[in-house]
């Protein structure tokens, strides 16, 4: 009925995709479309997002240590900003 009077169904927005590996995140930021990488830290994690052209990729990290070596091994041409 909604396909009769000329009304399109709203789509959702596209939702952030989580990745759970840091080497499949130092992939996705060493894309060609990869835009700025936000780091966000918690009382217990760091955030990883990683804008790309379609999604905002996010990876959580808990241990400091390993966020901070991750954060040292993204990649120079990409703006990093600290929350």
């Not at 936000?38 to 955030?47: G, L, P, S, T």
């Not at 990729?57 to 900003?81: H, M, N, R």
Request: hydrophobic letters at 40%.
């Amino acid at each position: 009925a909604a396909l009769e009077l000329g009304i399109l169904p709203i789509s959702a927005p596209n939702m952030p995709k989580q990745i759970h590996e840091i080497k499949d995140f130092l992939l996705t930021a060493r894309r060609k479309d990869a835009r700025s990488v936000k780091i966000k830290k918690n009382k217990d994690m760091v955030k990883f997002k990683v804008r790309c052209s379609k999604y905002l990729y996010t990876l959580c990290v808990s241990d400091f240590e390993k966020a901070d070596k991750l954060k040292q091994s993204l990649p120079p041409g990409l703006s990093v900003q600290d929350l």
